[in-house]
C-alpha cells in the first residue's frame, strides 16, 4: 500500500488457510472515535482556553486537523499520542493551509468556528475520499440561516460582518458534518438555535457534549430535533473520546471471515447494537457482555437484504466489509447502501479474488458465497473499502497487496502492526 510520498509498496498480505488472522483468542482495545475527534478538535477554536482531549486515536486525519489548528494560530500539544491539548488564544487568519484542506473533509468543520471567531473564512475544496460525492449544501444553508453570506471567489468563502444570530431551521439532509457545522456556529451566536432533522448520531451526541462542558446550554442531543443556546464566553474543557465502534466492527469482521477469535474493548455496547444485530442475523458468533464484544468461530449464512438507515440504522460506513463478510456467507446477501454509490463500485475489484458479486445498480449490490478467494493487488480507494480490502486479503488464499496505505491509516492506527499483534501474517513491503 502505498501513496505518493511513500518510500513502501506494502503491506503484503498471506491469507493462506495456515496463516490465518486471529487463529487464537486475542483481547484488542479500540482507541478513541474518528468521527468524534475532528469535530471535537475544531470546537477547540471556540475558545481562548485549553482544552484537553484524551483517548484520540492516533491517526492521519486527526495529524492533518491538528496541523490545521496550528496552521490558525493554534498552540498544539500531544500530537501523536492520545492526549491532546489545544489553546489558541488568538486566531491569525481565516483561511486555512489549502494544501492541508485538500487532504481532508472534516476540515470543512472549521467554517463555523472561524466565523464565530473572526466573522469570516475561506475553505478550499475540501479532500478525503471521493470529494465529489459529498456537497457543501447542508453547511452553507446553515450558515447563510445563522446570517453568514457566501462571498465570490474558489472554494467556499463565507463572512458574517454583523456576527452569527441564532435561527429555527430545518435541515434539508441529516448530515452529520452538516449538523455539526450547524452546533459549532450555532455556539456563537447569541440565543437559542433550533435544528431539526438533526443527525443523531453518536459523535453528534459527543460534540453536543463537549460544546456543554465548555458552557453552551443544549437540550435534545441523540434527537433528530436540538436546541443550542450560544452567544456565551466559551472556557476551556476536558473530555475522553468514546472508543470507535467502527473500529471494533472492523476488527469483528476480520475475526469472522478467518475463523478467528478475538475479544473487543472499548466502544459502548449502544453504539455497536446496529453492527451486532446484523452479525447477529448472519449466525456469526458475537455476544455484548459489560462492554467486552466477543467474536468466536462461526459458519455464516446469508443475509437476506439489508438496507443502511439514518442512526440508529445500519451504518453506510460499515457497507464494504459486510460485503466482504458476505463473500464467507452461506447464500446470498443484497446489500442496499442509498446513500453513497463510489463505495460500491470500489468493491468490484474482489470479483478479481473470485467473489460472486453482482451490482444491480450505483446502490445496491448481491453477494452470494461462500467463496474461495485469490490473492492479488488491490487499490483501497477509499477509507472504508480499503479496511474491507484488507479483511478480503487477510480471508484469501495466496499473497495479496493493498495500497495505498495512507487512505486505510486515515482512520486505523498502525494498521500493519496491530495487525500483526492479532495473529497476521502481513508485513509493510518497502521500495
Not at 473470485?354 to 490473492?375: E, K, M, N, Y
Amino acid at each position: 500500500m502505498c501513496g505518493g510520498s511513500s518510500s513502501y509498496a506494502g503491506p503484503r498480505f498471506n491469507g493462506s488457510s495456515a496463516s490465518r488472522c486471529a487463529t487464537k483468542s486475542s483481547i484488542w482495545v479500540v482507541e478513541g472515535n474518528k468521527n468524534a475527534a475532528l469535530p471535537l478538535l475544531a470546537a477547540c477554536l471556540l475558545t481562548e482556553d485549553t482544552c484537553v482531549l484524551t483517548n484520540v486515536p492516533r491517526i492521519r486525519d486527526v495529524g492533518v486537523m491538528i496541523d490545521l489548528l496550528r496552521d490558525l494560530g493554534a498552540e498544539v500539544e500531544g500530537d501523536g499520542t492520545s492526549t491532546v491539548r489545544v489553546t489558541c488564544a488568538k486566531v491569525t487568519k481565516d483561511e486555512p493551509d489549502a494544501a492541508l484542506v485538500g487532504r481532508l473533509r472534516g476540515s470543512v468543520l472549521l467554517l463555523g468556528p472561524l466565523l464565530a471567531r473572526q466573522g469570516s473564512a475561506s475553505l478550499a475544496a475540501p479532500g478525503g475520499d471521493f470529494p465529489t460525492r459529498r456537497t457543501l449544501a447542508t453547511h452553507l444553508q446553515a450558515l447563510t440561516a445563522m446570517g453568514a453570506r457566501l462571498r465570490d471567489g474558489s472554494g467556499h468563502s463565507v463572512e458574517a460582518p454583523d456576527g452569527l444570530h441564532p435561527v429555527s431551521l430545518y435541515l434539508h439532509e441529516a448530515s452529520v458534518t452538516g449538523t455539526e457545522t450547524a452546533l459549532l456556529a450555532a455556539a456563537g451566536a447569541n440565543g437559542w438555535t433550533e435544528l431539526r432533522h438533526a443527525a443523531c448520531e453518536p459523535h453528534v451526541v459527543e460534540l453536543c457534549r463537549f460544546l456543554q462542558a465548555m458552557g453552551a446550554e443544549i437540550e435534545g442531543a441523540g434527537t433528530s430535533t436540538i436546541r443550542i443556546h450560544g452567544g456565551a464566553r466559551l472556557r476551556g474543557a476536558t473530555h475522553q473520546l468514546c472508543g470507535d465502534y467502527l473500529e471494533a466492527g472492523s476488527w469483528a469482521v476480520v475475526a469472522a471471515v478467518t475463523r478467528g477469535t478475538v475479544e473487543i474493548l472499548g466502544a459502548r455496547s449502544e453504539d455497536l447494537e446496529p453492527l451486532t444485530s446484523v452479525l447477529t442475523r448472519m449466525e456469526v458468533r458475537c455476544r455484548l457482555e459489560d462492554g467486552v464484544l466477543t467474536v468466536e468461530p462461526s459458519a455464516p449464512v446469508g443475509l437476506g437484504r439489508v438496507a443502511t438507515g439514518l442512526w440508529p440504522g445500519f451504518p453506510s460506513d460499515f457497507v464494504s466489509l459486510l460485503a466482504v463478510l458476505a463473500t464467507q456467507a452461506t447464500g446470498r446477501s443484497l446489500i442496499h447502501d442509498w446513500m453513497y454509490e463510489l463505495r460500491l463500485f470500489a468493491l468490484e475489484q474482489l470479483s478479481g479474488m473470485g467473489a460472486d458479486f453482482f451490482l444491480c445498480d450505483p446502490h445496491r449490490i448481491i453477494v452470494t458465497g461462500p467463496t474461495r478467494l485469490r490473492g492479488r493487488a488491490l487499490d483501497g480507494r477509499d477509507l472504508r473499502s480499503g479496511m474491507a480490502l484488507v479483511a478480503a486479503a487477510l480471508a484469501a488464499d495466496g499473497e495479496s497487496r493493498v495500497r495505498p496505505l495512507e487512505t486505510v491509516e486515515r482512520g486505523y492506527s498502525r494498521v500493519v502492526e496491530n495487525l500483526q499483534a492479532l495473529g497476521a501474517q502481513v508485513e509493510r513491503v518497502e521500495g
